[in-house]
């Protein structure tokens, strides 16, 4: 496996630069039927994906293909409508290369988000999950191939992939909204098929509250690049078995419209803390 130069890193961030009139400080990146967030950045600069240098196109329903660069809760960021997922065939070093562009481009911080089955049966479809840690079941990692030490260590810290301090303050500010955030553990699987029942009791009981197509090759590539990363699932369904019906992206994606006040909600106010 070929990892992504940093010339083509730069070629994409000097590309994004180029358009744009701020130094965006937070990454944003939003899952199946959140990009709603993009709405509200103020002064957006549109740049379709296809504009730059290296980057894939998205092309699952449901997930536009647009970086935004803008202010949002006071802050200059920089986000990504639709993602990339390793099921559309993109390798982990392409989904993860916008990360390495936000980088680039100079943001220290990022706020994933993603639409994601619930595992933990004290979920229900609707919640709103903070994640503590994930499980990366992909078999990929971003990282696999020569190391570039100007990105980041051959060898990088998880103990702590998704910040203590920004979980403390999303905490905080659910509180405050008066909603419970669920807390747990993601983990990402290849996809596209949802989980059989019996993958999904194989889940559990190795830890995870809820589980996801997208996610993991990116933080990984954040840590490797010592961003500081928050992280926030919607469940948007009951994984497969627990409810006695079929999963369907019909679901995810109305589930998602369902929460979007309470989401953007917590993440602009999020957004304004980091
Ligand atoms: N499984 C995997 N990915 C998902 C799910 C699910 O149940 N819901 C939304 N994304």
Do not use: W
Request: hydrophobic residues 45%; negative net charge.
């Amino acid at each position: 496996m070929q990892q992504l130069t940093s010339v083509q890193i730069k070629e994409a961030a000097q590309y994004i630069a180029g358009k744009i009139a701020i130094k965006p400080e937070i990454g944003l990146i939003m899952g199946s039927g959140l990009g709603v967030l993009g709405d509200l950045i103020e002064e957006a600069v549109v740049i379709p994906y296809s504009d730059i240098p290296h980057f894939p196109v998205s092309t699952v329903e449901g997930h536009a293909g647009d970086l935004l660069v803008g202010k949002l809760s006071g802050r200059n960021v920089v986000l990504m409508k639709g993602r990339f997922h390793m099921y559309e065939g993109y390798g982990p070093e392409l989904t993860a290369f916008p990360v390495r562009v936000m980088k680039a481009l100079g943001a220290s911080s990022l706020l994933v988000t993603n639409a994601a089955g619930g595992i933990n049966l004290n979920f229900a479809s609707g919640n709103l999950m903070l994640i503590s840690d994930h499980i990366n079941l992909t078999g990929k990692n971003p990282l696999i191939g020569p190391n570039d030490n100007e990105l980041g260590v051959r060898f990088p810290d998880m103990s702590e992939a998704y910040s203590k301090r920004l979980r403390g303050i999303a905490s905080e500010i659910a509180n405050e909204q008066g909603f419970s955030l669920q807390e747990g553990v993601y983990v990402g699987l290849l996809g596209p098929t949802y989980e059989t029942p019996a993958e999904i009791r194989m889940l559990r009981a190795l830890g995870a509250d809820a589980v996801g197509m997208s996610t993991v090759a990116e933080v990984i590539a954040a840590r490797h690049s010592g961003i500081e990363v928050v992280g926030i699932s919607c469940i948007t369904n009951m994984a497969a078995g627990i409810l006695d019906q079929p999963l369907s992206h019909d679901e995810v994606m109305e589930t998602a419209e369902r929460v979007k006040s309470q989401f953007l909600g917590l993440v602009t106010a999020l957004i304004a803390k980091m």
